[in-house]
């Protein structure tokens, strides 16, 4: 059995904007597989379905923010009479470019697929790890092949549903 001797932690080359601190809650799961290369593709796939996710739902919350807010202060502007038309059309033309962005990328529809994908992922790494399932009663190295087809699924799916939501956006079929 190949010894560890390296933790996947936030310096092994993976670079994560948004959700850092979920990361690092969860990379005591990936420090606990032996085998390296299984043990940086699950905190790699882990740390990739994380940022997306925290990073779309930033995105989904700003912009949704902005569709609110800006209707509503253009609205109430309106109502001033030494408020300038300039000043309203512009407010009202950020409001439709926030929709149409909110709209053309489906922030929404991004944020819950990545979730998804990053849930799926500690999901199934919380059962290898506590050896419960379908892992309790198979050797180390079976073990390891069973993790690994089933992270490639989740993977797999989790593109699958990215590229589905990718060519909707495009108009293609």
Same mark, same amino acid.
């Given at each position: 059995?190949?010894?560890?001797?390296?933790?996947?932690?936030?310096?092994?080359?993976?670079?994560?904007?948004?959700?850092?601190?979920?990361?690092?809650?969860?990379?005591?799961?990936?420090?606990?597989?032996?085998? !390296?290369?299984?043990?940086?593709?699950?905190? /790699?796939? @882990?740390?990739? +379905?994380?940022? $997306?996710?925290?990073? *779309?739902?930033?995105?989904?919350?700003?912009?949704?923010?902005?569709?609110?807010?800006?209707?509503?202060?253009?609205?109430?502007?309106?109502?001033?009479?030494?408020?300038?038309?300039?000043?309203?059309?512009?407010?009202?033309?950020?409001?439709?470019?926030?929709?149409?962005?909110?709209?053309?990328?489906?922030?929404?529809?991004?944020?819950?697929?990545? !979730?998804?994908?990053?849930?799926?992922?500690? /999901?199934? @790494?919380?059962? +290898?790890?506590? $050896?419960?399932?379908? *892992?309790?009663?198979?050797?180390?190295?079976?073990?390891?092949?069973?993790?690994?087809?089933?992270?490639?699924?989740?993977?797999?799916?989790?593109?699958?549903?990215?590229?589905?939501?990718?060519?909707?956006?495009?108009?293609?079929?």
């Amino acid at each position: 059995m190949e010894e560890k001797t390296e933790s996947a932690t936030l310096d092994n080359g993976v670079k994560i904007l948004f959700g850092r601190k979920e990361l690092g809650s969860y990379s005591f799961l990936c420090d606990a597989i032996e085998d !390296r290369t299984l043990r940086l593709r699950a905190y /790699s796939s @882990l740390a990739y +379905y994380i940022n $997306k996710a925290a990073f *779309y739902k930033f995105a989904w919350s700003v912009l949704s923010f902005l569709g609110i807010i800006l209707p509503a202060a253009a609205t109430y502007l309106t109502c001033k009479a030494e408020v300038n038309a300039k000043l309203i059309a512009f407010i009202t033309a950020l409001t439709t470019v926030a929709s149409g962005t909110l709209a053309l990328f489906k922030c929404a529809d991004k944020k819950e697929a990545y !979730r998804n994908s990053a849930e799926n992922l500690k /999901s199934e @790494l919380s059962e +290898y790890c506590a $050896k419960t399932g379908r *892992y309790s009663s198979v050797e180390d190295s079976e073990r390891n092949a069973i993790f690994s087809e089933a992270m490639e699924r989740i993977i797999k799916q989790g593109y699958s549903k990215i590229a589905s939501l990718e060519n909707n956006a495009s108009g293609k079929s």
